[in-house]
């Protein structure tokens, strides 16, 4: 992009070069437009694909100003970057990313379910298993394409269909304190 834009600059101080550095300067404007709305995103997430997290990351930080995307782009940007966060177990800024990406608009309704998937995620590894359901219920709600995630969807709610009532959970025998016998 600056090599096209710096190029047409310079080409138009030659003599006729005016003219000609419209060939340069056109697609160094288009390039940073586009940079400027669609982001790294795509390199990011091919990234994410093949398990390299810290590549991802990278990626998207040079997404120079996330609040210039377009809304849907906006919408994956922070999606991405709370996948990432959640990976690394650091659930509260997950959360702070998947509500933005929620509030930015996701693409389509594939990307929403997942978004609430994952704070129901989240909530459940808090222990609010009330608003971990509700998240659930939102994605259930989302017009969902892909079989893989309805799948899933199917196999976290037998999961929650597997926690006691009180919301106890099971202790690990070795774990259990025995009484004191009297002597």
């Known amino acids: 992009m600056a090599a096209l834009l710096i190029g047409g600059i310079v080409v138009s101080f030659l003599p006729y070069g005016l003219a000609w550095s419209w060939l340069l300067l056109i697609p160094g404007i288009i390039l940073t437009v586009g940079y400027f709305l669609f982001g790294t995103l795509s390199s990011a997430s091919q990234k994410m694909q093949i398990g390299d997290y810290n590549g991802a990351e990278e990626q998207l930080k040079w997404t120079w100003k996330p609040n210039w995307l377009l809304k849907m782009n906006r919408g994956v940007f922070h999606f991405l970057h709370g996948t990432i966060k959640m990976q690394r177990r650091q659930l509260d800024a997950a959360e702070v990313h998947m509500q933005d990406a929620l509030n930015a608009g996701m693409p389509s309704g594939d990307y929403t379910a997942q ?69």
């Open 115 to 183: 978004v609430y998937l994952a704070l129901s995620n989240i909530a459940a590894s808090k222990s609010k298993l009330q608003v971990a359901k509700k998240y659930l219920k939102e994605a259930k709600a989302c017009a969902i394409t892909e079989p893989m995630l309805k799948n899933a969807i199917s196999d976290y709610e037998k999961q929650f269909k597997q926690i006691p009532r009180g919301h106890q959970r099971f202790q690990n025998p070795k774990q259990m304190r025995r009484p004191k016998r009297p002597r």
